[in-house]
Each structure stands twice: as structure tokens, then as C-alpha cells.
């Protein structure tokens, strides 16, 4: 097991609160002016921008379309046997990573609450969930409806291809390799761009009230937590895995999309910074802007690559002063009656 | 109207920086002990999404929801922390004997 001290990745308030040590900061890309070593450092670093993770998201999307496909021949008409067999697939892929996830660090403890944000685990009866029980609430809202969702868009996009709708790119030419490797490279950025503008819109207090509030009742959330929505909000947010046929691509841009979409909630919802490795030594896991939203609701509604929040004035970057700096931003909302809340 | 003492509960019955929920008049109050054994009371319910806050931590002068980690000066009623952003009603406490009570 890895050394378990997590002062060394941030610390914890007198009531157990923890969180890293540095304040939340944006990719290096995005910084006036451009720092060229180190926009290099945190492409190729760990963790950086491809690795663990993109790296990781989009060799699988590869593997799916390899290995975890139907044939595109097969999938140029609308019929049961390709779609359920992508159902399936979608099903085992969902099940098998939030579950590795949830089982480690919130069924077997593996790690106690070593850089947990909240120090409390989710347990017991708790009336804001379906048959008052997070984890039964979550796997209900992901497998009836996120799962069939996410499997809809995918199974539109592969029809999209195999009918020519869409021009597939030769990934055995050169130049559509390079293409194609640069769509890839593009997807975080543009789909970050997606969510919030999705995710502005589902805070609007009508549909706020009738909609996010469901996802939103995971002020503790777990791996499950993620994709534990509401079937409008399942729409709207897993519509950008369409995103992948909108010029001339491949069906691999199109997975890559859905991992990142599918998975990386799971992993960005763990509730944990880093991940103690069997064996030794930690990855970086959280999503602390993410969290952050999920504990204050009004801020960080993007996460760390584009500056968003920093632009439309939302951004919380962990410290006492954006504390002091949201409760005044409430207050002020109170008193013009805007009091949009969540619940 | 006059304030009536009532009586709230043992001095025994809060441990000292813990609190406890008791109904007085229909009214649900919390009774905070600090570390030094003075008493003190609020409405029990968090002002943001009226969670009892009995099941919430508190360190030094702090209650802290176990909803949404919402933090409040229990000795004032401040509302110290988002989401909260409005105060608690506080109500005077004093202590006659091994009893306490609460002005209401």
C-alpha cells in the first residue's frame, strides 16, 4: 500500500474537510503569455493533460472500435442485434468501471478516507434518495436511463457512419491519422465547452427545480454519483457524443467522446484527490472544482482546462477568500429574490 | 410579550462542544454546550434547507451542517459560510442549578 500521509497532497480543516494544497488553476494553455516549457510539461506530464487518464480514455475508445464493435456493414441498418449487442458492451463498460471504483474506495475502504473531501462515507438511510439509499438511488438513474441515453447517441452516430451521412476519414492514410489524432487531442477542450454551456443552462431555476436537482442531491457523491441524472438532463448532457460526426471523423472520436463522457464521471465524482496504488505510490483522481460545485451548487459549473468560470464569474478556487466571495455573491442574490436554490 | 423561562434540559444531557435538539412550545431548539460549560441556543433547523443541525460537528464557537457544510457562529447566529447566508435565531440560555433553561 502506498504511504497513506496526505499532508503531502493538501490539508484538512478542524472539521475534516480536505482539500489539495494548491489552489485550483487553469490548464497552462490558456495563460497570457504563452509559457511554452510549461504548457510541454503539463501535455506530457503526470498528471498532465494526457496522462493518466486521456491517454487512457482514448486508447480503450480504440480497443472498443477494434475489438467491441459491430462491423460497419452490419450497423448500416436500424436492426435489434447490433444495437442490443452496443447496449450490452455500454452496460458491462459502465458497470465494470464504477464498480472497480465504488468497491475499492467506498465498499472495501482500501483507503480509509485518504484525501477524501468530505470525511464522512454516504451510509445509511438518507429520504432524499429513491428507496433511501444513495447508491441504490444512483444505479437506478444510471442503469434505466443514463446507459439507454448515452447507447441512443452512439448508436445514431455509428448508423450516421456506416450510411456515409458522416464522411469516415482513412485512419490508414497519413494525413488521416493526423487528423484524426488531432480531433482526438481536441475533444477535452470542446466537450468542457459543451458541458458548460449545458450545465448553465440546467441551473436555470425552472429547470434547476425539475431537472438537476436529482443529481444534485449527491452533496457527498460517490463513483456512481456521475452519471446519476435526470433523463432530460441525460439528453442534454450525453448530446455531445454526436459532436463526433459533425465534420469528417472517425467512429474512434466518436468513443472517445462517449469514455470520456460515460467514464471519466465516475472517476471525477470518486470524491477522493488521489488514488493510493497497490504496491505503492498515488494518482490523481479528483475533480476539486467539481466537487467544489457539488458542495456550493453556484460555482465551477466547467472544470479545470478552459477558464469559463473565471469569465462569467463563477469560479471558486477552494480558498477562504472565494468563500467570503460566494456568500456575499448569495447574499446579494437574497436580496433581489433570486434565490434560485438548490435542494 | 414578556420572555418565559423554560426549562430546556439537564445540564448533563449536552456534552461540551456537542449540542442537542429539544422541542419547547412546539418549537425545535438546539442547546449548545462550549468547551468552558456555558450554554447556548438557536433554532435547531440549518437556515438554508432546514436540516436539524443536531447531527452537524461543532469545533470552537462553529456548528457545522451535515448537509451541505454550511458553518454558523452558534453563539451569535452568524451565518459564517456558503451556501448559508442567513443567520439563526439565537435565544438567551441560563443555568439554575444542574438545569437549563432558554427565554423564549
Redesign the interface.
Known amino acids: 500500500m502506498a504511504d497513506l500521509d496526505e499532508s503531502r497532497f493538501g490539508k484538512r480543516d478542524a472539521f475534516g474537510a480536505y482539500q489539495p494544497k494548491d489552489p485550483i488553476t487553469y490548464a497552462p494553455i490558456t495563460e497570457w503569455p504563452p509559457n511554452p516549457g510549461k504548457v510541454w510539461r503539463w501535455f506530457i506530464g503526470w498528471p498532465g493533460f494526457l496522462l493518466p487518464w486521456y491517454l487512457f480514455y482514448s486508447c480503450l475508445a480504440v480497443a472498443i472500435w477494434v475489438w467491441l464493435t459491430p462491423p460497419e456493414a452490419e450497423m448500416a441498418d436500424i436492426a435489434p442485434g447490433w444495437i442490443l449487442t452496443i447496449l450490452g458492451r455500454n452496460y458491462l463498460l459502465v458497470a465494470v468501471w464504477n464498480g472497480l471504483w465504488s468497491s475499492r474506495l467506498y465498499l472495501q475502504k482500501a483507503q480509509g478516507t485518504f484525501t477524501k473531501y468530505n470525511p464522512r462515507f454516504p451510509e445509511g438511510k438518507n429520504d432524499s434518495f429513491l428507496w433511501n439509499n444513495q447508491l441504490l438511488d444512483n444505479l437506478t438513474f444510471v442503469l434505466c436511463s443514463g446507459v439507454p441515453i448515452l447507447t441512443g447517441y452512439e448508436v445514431l452516430g455509428q448508423w450516421f457512419y456506416a450510411n456515409g451521412m458522416v464522411p469516415m476519414v482513412d485512419i490508414t492514410s497519413t494525413w488521416g491519422l493526423v487528423w484524426v489524432g488531432f480531433l482526438l487531442l481536441s475533444v477535452p477542450f470542446w466537450t468542457e465547452v459543451h458541458f458548460y454551456v449545458v450545465h448553465r443552462l440546467i441551473h436555470w431555476p425552472p429547470i434547476y427545480r425539475a431537472v438537476h436537482h436529482l443529481h444534485h442531491r449527491n452533496i457527498n457523491p460517490t463513483p456512481w454519483s456521475g452519471i446519476s441524472m435526470h433523463p432530460i438532463e441525460h439528453l442534454l448532457y450525453f448530446s455531445v457524443i454526436l459532436g463526433g460526426c459533425l465534420i469528417p471523423a472517425h467512429p474512434i472520436v466518436l468513443l472517445a467522446i462517449l469514455m470520456r463522457s460515460s467514464l471519466g464521471p465516475g472517476q471525477g465524482h470518486a470524491g477522493f484527490e488521489q488514488l493510493a496504488i497497490p504496491g505503492g505510490g498515488t494518482a490523481a483522481v479528483g475533480d476539486f472544482p467539481h466537487y467544489l460545485h457539488h458542495k456550493y451548487f453556484e460555482v465551477n459549473y466547467a472544470n479545470e482546462l478552459l477558464p469559463l468560470d473565471r469569465l462569467f464569474g463563477s469560479f471558486h478556487d477552494g480558498s477562504e477568500a472565494a468563500d467570503a466571495l460566494l456568500q456575499a455573491r448569495m447574499k446579494r442574490k437574497a436580496k433581489r429574490g433570486q434565490t434560485g436554490k438548490a435542494t | 410579550m414578556p420572555e418565559t423561562w423554560i426549562r430546556a434540559c439537564a445540564v448533563a444531557d449536552v456534552d461540551p462542544e456537542d449540542l442537542i435538539e429539544v422541542t419547547l412550545q412546539g418549537q425545535k431548539i438546539a442547546v449548545y454546550c462550549d468547551k468552558a460549560g456555558n450554554f447556548f441556543a438557536t433554532e435547531a433547523s440549518c437556515t438554508?434547507?432546514k436540516v436539524s443541525l443536531c447531527g452537524g460537528?461543532v469545533?470552537?464557537d462553529i456548528i457545522?451542517c451535515p448537509?451541505?457544510?454550511g458553518?454558523f457562529n452558534y453563539k451569535t447566529g452568524e451565518?459564517?459560510?456558503?451556501?448559508?447566508?442567513?443567520d439563526l435565531k439565537t435565544y438567551a440560555t441560563k443555568r439554575d442549578g444542574d438545569e437549563v433553561f432558554i427565554a423564549l
Do not use: T
Not at chain 2, 451565518?79 to 442567513?86: E, G, Q, T
Open positions: 438554508h434547507e460537528l469545533v470552537g457545522e448537509k451541505h457544510n458553518r451565518a459564517l459560510r456558503a451556501p448559508v447566508i442567513h
